[in-house]
């Protein structure tokens, strides 16, 4: 039976790659054709792909990473089995945070951004009420 845990829990190592294939499944119509997929020290987007290579990256990324560790799984259990809780709960902490950035990626895309030049940035600098002129006030 305690063979079972094991392979029980590498198998579940297995499930956010389903879990975020339905994601973006289920938003597929609502994502931008350009999403943001790289993002600088402000939480600006400086990296963009189409839907399709945002799903393709998430995905590639997840399944190699996935092999990975299912690969060190089964050489960690049989060269020092004491190893292998330690490293099946960092997998899946690891895991953890790469299915949240790419959910968190998902949900940036879903919302609308405002347009902002790279010059200026997001919020332009305005003039204060009172510096304002118009032409319809009358000259004294």
Known sequence: MKKGWHK???LLLW?????IALKYWRVWDQLPLRMAVHFDANWQPNGFTSRQGALMLAMGMLATM???FT???FIVRS???GAFWPMLLFSYVFLGFFWFANNWIVEFN???QPAHSELVGP???ALPNSELKTDLQPHL
């Open 8 to 10: 029980l829990a590498v």
């Open 15 to 19: 499930l956010p790659l389903p879990v």
């Open 66 to 68: 996935q092999v990975l």
């Open 71 to 73: 690969i060190t799984f």
């Open 79 to 81: 060269q020092k089995p």
């Open 110 to 112: 879903l919302r609308p």
């Open 123 to 125: 919020n332009p600098p």
